[in-house]
Structure formats: C-alpha cells, structure tokens
C-alpha cells in the first residue's frame, strides 16, 4: 500500500479508539467506534488476497452488528433516562444492560460471539493480526471500565467462564499459530472480564501485559514469517534467540510463576475469592492448563525436541534478519521479567 | 518319686546326646548309625523305670522346668506332663523306633549320606516325643510343627525325583491346613481361657464353645490325613521305607488322634463334635480302604491300610472312647511297622521293585520275611488274641454296642472286611502263586540286621496287646455283655473278607481281560480327589489375584478412570468447540439465540 494511503488510514484508527477513550458523550463514543471499524477494513484486506476479503467480510459484519446494537442502547438508554453520559446507566433497566453487555462481547470476541475471531486472525497476515487483537481491544475496555458499576455481574461472570473455556478447548486442536493466538485472546478476554465487576484495576493490569506479550509473540513470529508449528520447528537453527524468546513468552504468556504473566491471574484469583467466588476462581485456574498445554506443545517442538530435517538445513548461511522489530528486547523484558515489581499494581487506579 | 523326674530327663538327654556330639567324632570306632541306634536302646531301657513306676503306683507327674517368658498374662515354660498317654506312648515309640534304625542300617547301607539320615530320624523323634510329652499347648506346637518339617525332609530324601519333592511339599501343604484349626484354637483358647497349659483348661468350664474343638479336629484331619486332606498320605510313600515305617504308620499320622486324645475332657461332654468325629473317621475308613483295594504298590497299600486305621481310631473318639483309641494307637504301631519293613525287605530283595504284579511265588524264596507279613497282616484284621484283637475287637464291640449312629457303625464294619479283603490281596499277589519277578535278582534275607528288628515286631505284635492290655491301669469299663451275634459281629465281616477276597483272587488266574468298571476306576484314581482337587483351587485363586491386581486395580482404576477419562474427554470437548463451519449465516443465529436466552435469563 501506498505510504500516504497507510498514513491516513493508521491515524484514522488511531483517532478512532482515542475518540472512544477520551469522551464521555455516548454518540461520540459510537462514532470512534465505527471510525475505528471503518478504517481497518483497508488494512485487512492489504495483501488482496480472497481469504483476506472474506476475513474482512466478517469481521465487518460482526462489528457492525455490534456498533448497530450499541447505537440501539444508546438510544434506548437516552429515551428511559434522559442523558446520554457514559457513566449513569441505569443498572436496572434490564434491556440497557443486557444489550450493551452483548455488543461489547461481541466486539471484543468473546463467548458466544467469538466465532469470528479465530477465522479473521486467521485470514490476515501476521502484523494485522497483531493489530486486529491488540489495538482494536482497546476502546472496548475502555467503554466497560467506565461504566462497570452498572454491569450485570452474572451475565458477565458466565460470559468470561465461557470464554475461558472455550479458549482452552478450541486452541488445543490447532496447529496454526495465528488461530493459536486467537484462542488465546478469547481465554484472555473472558479473564479481563471477569475481575472487572470488582476491581477494574486488574482488568487494566491484566490487559497491559497480554498487549506486551501479544505484541512480542507477533513480533517473533513475523520475523521468519512463521504461521504454522511445522515452519516453526526449523527456527532453532535460523535463530535461535528466537527461539528462546518464544519459549519464554508462551511461558509468561500461559501463566507460569516466575514470570510476568503470573501475576495477573495471581491477583484475579486472590480478588474473586474475596468476593467469595471460589468455584469461578478454581474453574478458571484449571482451564488455564489448558492454555498452558498447548503453548508448551509449540515449545516443545520447537527447543525441547529437532524434528527430523534434512541435512542442509543444519548448514544454513546465516543472514542478518530484515524484518522490523518493535521495541521488541524492552518489550520481552518487561513481560517475562518484572514480577518482583508486582506490589507497582496497587498504584494504577 | 524322684526317680520319675531323673529317669525321664535322663531319657530325653541320652536321645539328644547324638545330634550334640556330632562335631566331637566319639564315634570313631563304630559307625554313627550303630551309635545313634544304641542311644535309642539305652533311652529306650531308661524309659522302662517310669513306666513300670507309673503301673506300679499310678502316679501322674508334670515336670516344669524352665520358666521361659510371661507374655502380659500368660506365663510360658517348658514343661512335661508324664501322664498316662504319654509314659506309655513313649516306650512303645521308643522300641518301634529302635527296630526300624536297625532296619534301616541294612535298607540304607549304601546310601553315601547314611549319617544324615540317621539324625534327620533322630530329630524326628525328639520332635515327637516333645509332642507327646508336652503339658503347654505351645510345646506341643513346637513338636507339632517338628514333626511336620522333618516329615518333610524324610519324604524328599532322595530329592533328584521330582515326584518325591511334589509329595513332601504335599505333605506341609496340607499338614498347614490343619495348622491353621491348631492355631485357631490356640488363639481362641488364649482369648477366652487366658491359659495354654491343660491343668488349666479342663479345670475350667466343661460346656465350651464349639469352636476350639473343631480347631483341634481341623488340625487332627490334617495331621492323620482324615477325609479331606487325605492324600498325602499315600504321596508320602515316596519316602524311604524306613520313613514310611517310622513317620507315616507309627508315630506322626497318629499325633492328631493324640491331640484329640489329649482334648478328650473337652470333647466328652459335647455331643455335636462327637458326632462329628463320628462321622468324618467313618467316611475315612471306608474310603481309603475302598481305594486301597485296587492300588498296585505295596507301600501304598499299607499307606492306605494305615489311613483306614486312623479313621477307625478317630471313631473311637467319637463314641468318647480315648483310652481305646489310644490303646489302638500302641498296638497299630507294632504291626504296622512291621508290615513296612517286610515290604522293604521285599522291595530290597528285588531290586526295587513295588508293583505287586511283579512279585510272587516269595513264600518259598523269603520265608522268614512272608512268615512275619502274614503275622502283621493277620493282627491287622484282628485276628483273636493276637495284638489287633485287643483293641480293634473291642472297639467293634463298643461301636456295636453304644446308641450311636447306626450309618457310621454299619460304615465301619464294611470297612473292616474290606481290610481282610486287601490284606488277602497283598498275600496272594505277593507270595502265593508262580514268581512274576525277574529271575536274576539275588533274594537274600539273611542279615541279621534286617531279621532281628522284624523279629522283635512280630514278637511284638503276637504279644504286646495282650502284654499292654493286661498291664495297664483300669480306665473307663468297656462294655462286658452284648448279644452273641454282636460279639461275633467283627469276626464274622472280617472272616467274609477273606473268603471272598481268595474266591476272587483265585478267579482272576482264569479271567479274560476286560476294560475296568467305574467302580475299579473310581477305586484306582483314589476316588478322583486328587484329580479333582490339585488343580482347581489354586488355578481359581490364581485367576482372582489376577484379575483383581491386574485387570481391577492396575488397569481399570489406576489408568483408565483418571487418565484416559481426563484425556478423552479434553480431546472430544476441542475437536467439538474448534469445529467451525466458516458461514457467517451461522453466526448470527447464534448470535441472535444467546441474545434471547440471555434475555431470558435475567428477566
């Protein structure tokens, strides 16, 4: 795509989600949104490829069903309240609260909305799949964490259990990284949205070091343009820094003490318990081996065993990478290393 | 009085000396069987002096010895109850014994580990007389137990066969059983008596509880190889002859009948295990004497004979009889090892060989040694005055005449003629008639230490009962008047058994072959319980073990219920949620599906 082109489009999407996170009006909050929306379709349908437009396809068709739903809450929250501030919603009225749960899942792709999400990440290439379940998360949360005190908690609670779940399970059967990484945000998400109804601060916290970790796994695995765990078994002779760095980041990224990722379902965990939901802690715990599972296969295959290859690969010439890397080395510091730093989460609020 | 305590230690001691002075070589100068062979003659005079003390004065002695350890309650020690049974039991075992060493220095004379033999009997019988002689039931235990193990060694003397080495393990097999009615009633009598010793027990309360006593008849079954855990007995013929004379006649198949002896004021009062006794020594009697009729091996013929013998003694207990029993018990031991040594000179005579077909025409060619078998065989059906009258006719007569059951009487007395009718059959195949045996075989009875221990059993077996009858202290009177008829009763059957057994015996020179009947077959095969038995209840327990260990425990519980269920059912749950048809059709229906059952839920 032309330079000019992109320009404007990457600073449409990023006026967009600062649009939604800055105002308090609900219209202005549904036009970022839809900006947002209209002006990533180009960027996904960038390499024109059939399966690119199809993912797009959906991906419009979803969110616009979501902004649509959205647009009817307001309306309807305006026409029972008489205003239209992000923060009053009116907990009571059933329909508001119902629908606006709906529309907000259904944008961030969770349970029962999340089929989309493996198919689009899937259909896109690997930078604009990083964008599409980093960037676009963004002005959702920010919707729900101003108005999380009038959110019903059941409704909430169950959709995250089954996001969780359906994360777990639906990433087991996957040999595709990038599908992989869908899964993994749907699991992610119903994590964020389940705290959110008692402490939203760990929904901040929670969704800063899943960017980290998303943005670097992309990162690494746009480097040699891995999309699946058979090209990414011949990384350990390519670059094998790469692949330490991908060991280390599925790690955090699946949860496992010492590492950074720990610390967000280590806080969530002591949070739902104090609100003395144990069975959701506990069911949510076991299903983050799950997740744990099938990162482990990809590290699996790639450190912990060679598969079998020809000989010429051993002898590969060895070319400097050309591939841009976004402040990656800062980037895997922070998300694998900083759990000591852990008692820093009582400051964000 | 002292002399009972010194005479009788001395006895016990000079038998020990022996096995002790093994490592010194005090017998350089003669062999140490001959050495071993005087002790039992010096123990066997010094036992005389309490035996003649006690018929004398009829006076009873315990000797406590040793105060060995008091278990919280129960006080242990070693001690010796010189009562009726056991100072008249001793002599008789030890002059019985003292024949059959002499026996066996000519039967085993060219066996390279001679002096081995010699002190496995040796330990044999001070095992046994610690059995007999014990006042504590954990004595006799130990001597129970003794006896079962150097049973076990004698019967797989020769151990390079394999059929001697499965009958010996036979033998503890099921001696063990009966072990576990021994230490049923050892245990029960420990909980509930507080005691192991007799004094104790029979002071107590008389009306027991059924239980101990059928421990001890459990234990007596297995010991004198009643009905049911028989057949070691005639396995147990692999043995030297020596052994078959001194363990599997005399002494050790008797040491159940003498616990139930020793019981016997326990069992008088309790009618259902008298019955009991009553009942399982009739089945024995007539069943091994239905099997010995169509046995082919002279020593299993007398095994069974002596099997037949032990249940007419355990049905002298159950008609509360133990003094007849036990009078029994001494007169059977003369003839019976009488009868095996003549096998063995037999056997010895003709190169080893056992089948009785294969022997004949001996009277002439063995005249000493067929002259004492038919002695033996005589006083065994109970010919009139000689040793087995004393005590088979009077225990015939006491059957007969007590109001019991009428079943086991009548069982019995088939038995008895059945005992002539086999004791004729061993004298016709074995010395009547032409000789059947190779014509090379050097038949030589002439040494004297094979014809003077069978010279003083058949003295023994003319006389003793008669001796031993007329000695003894008056126990409980037996029965003076009956009818005429039941006084001829035993006479008569065993008089048929004969008659019959010749008629037949001389019929068979003349037959045609034919394939047997089921009645031979069933009699031959030991009535199938062997055949029946060996092999199906270890192969079920075995089939159980396995199945719960392996197939219950290891395979369903450990591995399929946790492991597989969790992986199976993760693998079906991903492959289901991760199956996506890709039409967008699909999505919003259910998209519009979940928004109404939401909506339905909260409102």
Do not use: R, Y
């Given at each position: 795509m032309k330079l000019p082109i992109l320009t404007i489009v990457m600073t449409t999407i990023f006026t967009g989600t600062m649009l939604t996170m800055i105002s308090s009006h609900w219209l202005l909050i549904w036009i970022g949104l839809e900006i947002n929306m209209l002006s990533i379709i180009p960027i996904l349908t960038k390499n024109q490829k059939p399966r690119s437009t199809e993912a797009a396809t959906k991906y419009f068709l979803t969110q616009a069903t979501a902004s649509m739903l959205l647009m009817f809450t307001i309306v309807f929250n305006a026409m029972h309240s008489g205003q239209w501030t992000t923060?009053?919603?009116?907990?009571?009225?059933m329909i508001v609260s119902l629908t606006m749960i709906i529309a907000l899942t259904m944008k961030l792709g969770?349970?029962?909305?999340?089929?989309?999400v493996p198919e689009v990440t899937q259909g896109v290439s690997l930078m604009t799949g990083m964008l599409l379940l980093t960037?676009?998360?963004?002005a959702p949360i920010s919707i729900m964490m101003q108005m999380f005190t009038s959110i019903n908690s059941i409704i909430l609670l169950l959709i995250a259990l089954m996001s969780v779940l359906v994360g777990g399970w639906g990433g087991l059967n996957q040999t595709q990284l990038r599908k992989i990484l869908a899964y993994s945000s749907i699991a992610h998400m119903g994590w964020m949205m389940a705290i959110l109804t008692f402490c939203p601060s760990l929904t901040m916290l929670n969704l800063l070091i899943y960017l980290m970790l998303t943005i670097i796994m992309f990162t690494m695995l746009n480097m040699?343009?891995?999309?699946?765990t058979l090209t990414l078994s011949n990384l350990w002779n390519k670059s094998p820094t790469i692949t330490m760095m991908i060991l280390i980041s599925l790690l955090s990224l699946g949860g496992l003490p010492p590492l950074t990722g720990f610390l967000p379902k280590w806080v969530i965990i002591q949070e739902l318990t104090k609100n003395n939901n144990i069975a959701m802690a506990t069911v949510m715990a076991i299903m983050a081996l799950l997740n744990l599972y099938f990162y482990m296969r990809l590290i699996y295959s790639t450190s912990l065993t060679l598969f079998p290859t020809p000989n010429n690969i051993k002898m590969k010439w060895q070319f400097q990478p050309k591939k841009r890397s976004l402040f990656l080395s800062p980037l895997i510091i922070l998300s694998t290393l900083t759990l000591p730093l852990s008692p820093v989460f009582s400051t964000l609020n | 009085m002292n002399l009972y305590t010194s005479f009788m230690l001395t006895t016990l001691i000079i038998l020990f000396l022996p096995l002790v002075t093994n490592i010194l070589y005090v017998h350089k100068n003669k062999s140490y069987a001959s050495y071993v062979k005087l002790s039992i003659v010096y123990a066997f005079i010094t036992s005389i002096i309490p035996t003649t003390l006690f018929i004398f004065s009829g006076q009873e002695m315990i000797i406590s010895n040793w105060h060995w350890m008091i278990m919280q309650t129960l006080k242990l020690t070693l001690s010796f109850k010189l009562d009726y049974f056991s100072i008249l039991f001793i002599p008789v075992a030890l002059f019985v014994t003292w024949s059959i060493m002499e026996f066996s220095m000519w039967y085993m004379h060219a066996d390279p580990s001679i002096n081995q033999f010699f002190k496995y009997l040796l330990m044999f019988l001070i095992t046994m007389l610690i059995l007999v002689t014990a006042n504590n039931l954990f004595q006799l235990f130990i001597g129970w137990e003794g006896v079962g193990i150097m049973s076990f060694l004698l019967i797989g003397w020769w151990y390079g066969r394999t059929d001697a080495n499965t009958a010996a393990l036979q033998a503890i097999l099921y001696n063990r059983i009966g072990d576990i009615g021994f230490i049923l009633t050892m245990a029960w009598f420990l909980m509930y008596s507080n005691t192991w010793e007799f004094q104790q027990l029979f002071m107590l309360d008389n009306n027991l509880n059924m239980l101990p006593l059928i421990g001890l008849l459990v234990a007596a079954t297995g010991k004198s190889a009643q009905f049911g855990l028989h057949p070691w007995l005639p396995s147990?013929?692999?043995?030297p002859t020596p052994v078959s004379a001194l363990l599997h006649s005399s002494t050790m198949v008797v040491a159940g009948i003498f616990l139930l002896i020793r019981f016997h004021p326990l069992m008088e009062n309790n009618n259902n295990i008298q019955t009991l006794m009553l009942c399982l020594g009739a089945i024995t009697t007539l069943f091994t004497a239905i099997c010995a009729?169509?046995?082919?091996?002279i020593k299993k013929i007398v095994a069974f004979s002596t099997s037949s013998q032990l249940g007419l003694m355990m049905v002298t207990m159950g008609i509360n009889q133990p003094y007849l029993a036990f009078l029994h018990i001494c007169n059977h031991a003369f003839f019976k090892a009488m009868l095996f040594m003549c096998s063995g000179s037999i056997i010895h005579s003709l190169n080893d060989e056992q089948d009785i077909r294969k022997m004949g025409g001996l009277f002439k060619a063995m005249p000493f040694t067929s002259s004492s078998l038919i002695i033996g065989s005589l006083a065994l059906t109970g010919m009139p005055f000689l040793t087995g009258f004393y005590s088979k006719d009077l225990i015939i007569e006491s059957t007969s005449t007590s109001n019991t059951n009428a079943w086991a009487l009548l069982i019995t007395l088939i038995a008895t003629s059945l005992t002539a009718v086999y004791s004729t059959r061993i004298i016709f195949y074995v010395l009547l008639g032409q000789p059947r045996f190779i014509s090379m075989s050097i038949i030589n009875e002439n040494n004297p230490l094979l014809i003077n221990p069978i010279k003083r059993l058949a003295i023994g077996s003319i006389f003793a009962g008669f001796f031993l009858s007329f000695n003894i202290l008056p126990t409980n009177i037996p029965q003076m008047t009956m009818p005429t008829y039941l006084k001829l009763m035993a006479m008569a059957v065993t008089l048929l058994g004969f008659v019959l057994a010749m008629e037949l015996n001389t019929m068979t020179n003349n037959l045609k072959l034919k394939t047997p009947s089921s009645m031979f077959k069933f009699s031959n095969m030991l009535g199938f319980f062997p055949t029946t038995m060996h092999r199906p209840i270890p192969l079920l327990n075995l089939y159980m073990g396995q199945n719960m260990a392996s197939s219950l425990l290891d395979l369903t519980w450990l591995e399929k219920t946790m492991p597989k269920i969790t992986s199976k059912t993760q693998m079906t749950l991903s492959t289901t949620i991760s199956n996506q048809k890709g039409l967008i059709k699909l999505y919003f229906m259910s998209f519009i599906a979940s928004a109404l059952m939401m909506f339905l839920l909260i409102s």
């Open positions: 923060t009053n919603i009116d907990p009571n009225n969770m349970t029962p909305f999340h089929f989309w960037w676009q998360k963004l040699n343009t891995n999309t699946t | 147990a013929m692999e043995g009729l169509t046995q082919n091996d």
